[in-house]
């Protein structure tokens, strides 16, 4: 089974043992999860890039507390709209090959919109 | 192999292809993972919750685009700071099996934090 | 004197005595905002709408002090960048009566660049 | 008249032509201040701090469109949340003087929560 399967089927465990099903809508758990995100994005924001590639025990800690929350409602959310992560996943990681084909992309952060600006 | 495994692997292939890893900072990544869940949100904004579960096709193939997105760079992030997702999920799961007893959580959204609040 | 400028000022002050402006990069203050503006969201992401616009006295103050710091870090921003920001607001909203024409926009959330689609 | 006062009625009057008061409920409204805070960020996330500070003209003038959007929805909450967004900063700005010490905040970083921390 995949991770993600695996995943889903706990969560749908843990939601229905607490009757939380009723807060889970697919908006619900979309600000939810901007909420997690951006509290993961406050351990970084006043760190240098460096700093932030060399952070001590303690703060990879929470900083992994947050990665998981994150994951947790991108699997809840995917469960509700019926989207299967695995394939979700296989098919964008297609289309990046297609958008940011190797000689356009190499080195620079350009969004793929923006290939054939001069900038 | 994780699913999770699986996916870093194929992301590191590719960031190495395209010679994107002075990008790819913990920092760069926590920022662009709140983008792409904002993006996600955006989808939602203006919705009701239960228009949020009855999304049209076309709608709904754009969020799980979205919220692939958002993995893949879940997935980088963790890499780079070489923290387990496997072991991360696991590990909040549990705790949040500590910090939501069924008795005090059920059929109300509050946080651990604020239980003994009379609210 | 504006609001804006006011506060500008203030805000100048406040940074200069605590030598903060090693950290006030415009990157890091944009990514302070959207956290600020996360933790604004988390005080919705349960809630129904309708319990959102009937916030008791304790909630309505802790949600004023997150919009204060929102307004805080987008002024400090707009100083960092040399924005005007009574301008920028004066022209967007301009922008905004053209891309949003009452005859198009009356009782739809669609974003202006949706408005030809038959949706 | 408070900058704010005069964008607040602006914003009402915009709104009520429209008939869109009926999508600005406070939940509503905060999750478009995060998008639009998000796509602020999104013109930064891959700069370098310095970059950042030295956008070319086309960048800043996007960017300063970002900005207006956040304060307007800034303003349209507040208003929809009856607070008074001149008082709200000043209560924040004397809660900061307070919070953040000149002795203890000058050359870090570090949250006021966290001041007696080792670290």
């Not at 590639?53 to 709209?81: G, M, P, S, W, Y």
């Amino acid at each position: 089974m995949s991770s993600f399967e695996k995943i889903k089927l706990q969560l749908r465990a843990f939601s229905e043992a607490r009757d939380w099903d009723q807060f889970h809508s697919p908006k619900n758990l979309a600000m939810a999860l901007v909420v997690e995100a951006a509290e993961l994005a406050e351990h970084f924001q006043w760190l240098t890039e460096a700093k932030s590639a060399a952070l001590n025990t303690d703060k990879l800690a929470a900083v992994a507390e947050e990665i998981a929350d994150i994951q947790i409602f991108l699997v809840r959310l995917a469960d509700k709209l019926d989207i299967d992560l695995d394939k979700a996943i296989a098919r964008k990681m297609e289309l990046n090959e297609h958008r940011y084909p190797v000689e356009k992309a190499r080195g620079n952060a350009r969004k793929y919109t923006e290939f054939d600006d001069g900038d």
